[in-house]
């Protein structure tokens, strides 16, 4: 079988693909344009027996030192497109967005536009796709239904009463999200621009915005906070190579220049066991690893 080689590219460091600057190279990286360009290198890497992973804007990922085998899936151009129904409501709107439109992006033209919600993402990395597979935010209230391409090449609707979002997680069977319909009720411009401002600067003077990081690396256990369980255990600033727990953010980690993937999860493990040894709980990771590792 051919692969549509046009957007296909072998060797690809991961590192240029995820916000915290970390990954070795992936053995094939391909940016599909259209719905048809992927479905074709899904069948292909079926039909190769290769495994195959996403990424979308990887800030929310950490990818491997030695790199990835298989294919790498990161949406191209003509999945960040975003459209309002013609069938206008006067009370809400329904938004078709691409998978690999900017979250940000959205945010400002739903501001715009007066679709109302989004605003608490204000200032959030990365794509609409990895937004609704990581629930960021609780955007997974706005999902009326997606596009999701199975790793055999099928294509099918999936909708709301299929879903099951809960805290940073949405159960989505293995593959592809291309496209997101999401509703949202109409609000005034002015009063969303005012709700954005306050979340960019509750976000810029609580988070660590300056050093490359994938977030937070933890989720915050039932009714605690996971940066305040680190931070009380001591942790802010310990480092493990390059990376870091930030100053600023306990539930951050860092990359100070060149951090490596191992440096991240022994980092993540300590931080593990010295929490669990204090307080007793076991923090669960937020930070997901992408792909099969080599050897
Ligand atoms: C500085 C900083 C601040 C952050 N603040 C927050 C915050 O306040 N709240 C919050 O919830 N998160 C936060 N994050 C984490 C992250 O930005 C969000 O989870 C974001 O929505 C992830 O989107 P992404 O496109 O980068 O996903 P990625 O990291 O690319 O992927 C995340 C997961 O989704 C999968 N995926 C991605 N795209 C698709 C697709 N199209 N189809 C199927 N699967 C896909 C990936 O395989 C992976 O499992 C922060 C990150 C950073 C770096």
């Given at each position: 079988?051919?692969w549509?080689?046009?957007?296909?590219?072998?060797?690809?460091?991961?590192?240029?693909?995820?916000?915290?600057?970390?990954?070795?190279?992936?053995?094939?990286?391909?940016?599909?344009?259209?719905?048809?360009?992927?479905?074709?290198?899904?069948?292909?890497?079926?039909?190769?027996?290769?495994?195959?992973?996403?990424?979308?804007?990887?800030?929310?990922?950490?990818?491997?030192?030695?790199?990835?085998?298989?294919l790498?899936?990161?949406?191209?151009?003509?999945?960040?497109?975003?459209?309002?129904?013609?069938?206008?409501?006067?009370?809400?709107?329904?938004?078709?967005?691409?998978?690999?439109?900017?979250?940000?992006?959205?945010?400002?033209?739903?501001?715009?536009?007066?679709?109302?919600?989004?605003?608490?993402?204000?200032?959030?990395?990365?794509?609409?796709?990895?937004?609704?597979?990581?629930?960021?935010?609780?955007?997974?209230?706005?999902?009326q239904?997606?596009?999701?391409?199975?790793?055999?090449?099928?294509?099918?609707?999936?909708t709301?009463?299929?879903?099951?979002?809960?805290?940073?997680?949405?159960?989505?069977?293995?593959?592809?999200?291309?496209?997101?319909?999401?509703?949202?009720?109409?609000?005034?411009?002015?009063?969303?621009?005012?709700?954005?401002?306050?979340?960019l600067?509750?976000?810029?003077?609580?988070?660590?915005?300056?050093?490359?990081?994938?977030?937070?690396?933890?989720?915050?256990?039932?009714?605690?906070?996971?940066?305040?369980?680190?931070?009380?255990?001591?942790?802010?600033?310990?480092?493990?190579?390059?990376?870091?727990?930030?100053?600023?953010?306990?539930?951050?980690?860092?990359?100070?220049?060149?951090?490596?993937?191992?440096?991240?999860?022994?980092?993540?493990?300590?931080?593990?066991?010295?929490?669990?040894h204090?307080?007793?709980v076991?923090?669960?990771?937020?930070?997901?690893?992408?792909?099969?590792?080599?050897?």
């Amino acid at each position: 079988m051919s692969w549509p080689s046009a957007c296909l590219r072998q060797h690809e460091l991961l590192a240029n693909h995820t916000s915290f600057r970390i990954g070795g190279p992936a053995e094939w990286f391909a940016e599909p344009s259209t719905l048809n360009e992927l479905v074709e290198l899904l069948r292909g890497a079926a039909t190769r027996g290769l495994p195959v992973s996403v990424v979308g804007g990887g800030t929310n990922t950490l990818a491997a030192d030695r790199g990835l085998r298989g294919l790498v899936v990161h949406l191209g151009r003509g999945f960040r497109t975003v459209q309002e129904t013609g069938h206008r409501d006067e009370s809400s709107a329904t938004v078709y967005c691409g998978a690999a439109l900017l979250t940000q992006r959205l945010v400002f033209l739903a501001a715009r536009h007066g679709w109302g919600g989004l605003e608490i993402l204000a200032g959030l990395p990365g794509q609409v796709g990895g937004a609704v597979v990581m629930n960021a935010q609780g955007i997974g209230q706005f999902v009326q239904r997606f596009t999701l391409v199975s790793l055999d090449g099928t294509v099918r609707q999936v909708t709301r009463d299929q879903l099951r979002f809960s805290y940073r997680y949405t159960a989505v069977d293995p593959g592809i999200i291309t496209e997101v319909v999401m509703q949202f009720p109409k609000v005034s411009p002015a009063e969303a621009y005012e709700r954005i401002r306050t979340t960019l600067q509750y976000r810029n003077t609580t988070q660590e915005v300056r050093l490359p990081s994938a977030g937070c690396a933890f989720k915050n256990p039932p009714g605690l906070g996971a940066g305040r369980l680190i931070d009380q255990a001591g942790l802010k600033g310990v480092r493990i190579g390059d990376a870091q727990v930030s100053r600023r953010h306990a539930n951050f980690i860092v990359n100070l220049g060149r951090a490596t993937c191992d440096d991240v999860l022994s980092l993540m493990e300590h931080i593990q066991r010295r929490v669990h040894h204090q307080f007793g709980v076991m923090l669960d990771p937020e930070v997901r690893l992408v792909g099969e590792r080599f050897g």
